[in-house]
């Protein structure tokens, strides 16, 4: 089992960034690809950025391509995504998920094919 907790949400002006990390326990996060979703009020769960288990493949929505990057950091059994020049577009719970995927450079973009997730950070833009 792998616990995920995510934190680094709150309230931001429009223009803001945020960095918001997913903290592992329970196993090693190296053995996971790592993917960031959001849901906003009255929508669906939709895909931010997905990373493969050693960080040399990334994979963007287009909706924040060129304003959010995802990475991680294997020792600190850590992902992160970094949101910058955000909109009130981007006001949604952020969550982060987990797939076992050790030396698969696949990266994952649909919700059925995370094995695990975090419970969720709120982020409010505020125009």
């Known amino acids: 089992q792998v616990q995920l907790v995510e934190s680094g949400g709150g309230l931001v002006q429009a223009g803001g960034s945020l960095r918001l990390p997913c903290k592992a326990s329970?196993?090693?996060?190296?053995?996971?690809?790592m993917g960031w979703f959001r849901q906003a009020p009255g929508k669906e769960r939709e895909f931010v950025a997905a990373?493969?288990?050693?960080?040399?493949?990334?994979y963007y929505a287009d909706s924040v391509k060129g304003r959010f990057t995802i990475s991680r950091d294997n020792a600190k059994n850590t992902a992160y995504l970094q949101m910058n020049s955000l909109t009130s577009e981007d006001t949604a719970v952020y969550y982060c998920?987990?797939?076992?995927?050790?030396?698969?450079?696949?990266?994952?973009?649909?919700?059925?094919?995370?094995?695990?997730w975090g419970q969720g950070t709120q982020v409010t833009v505020s125009s």
């Open positions: 329970g196993h090693t996060l190296s053995s996971y690809a």
């Open positions: 998920a987990a797939k076992y995927g050790k030396y698969s450079s696949s990266v994952y973009t649909r919700t059925y094919e995370y094995d695990y």
């Open positions: 990373i493969d288990w050693s960080g040399g493949r990334t």
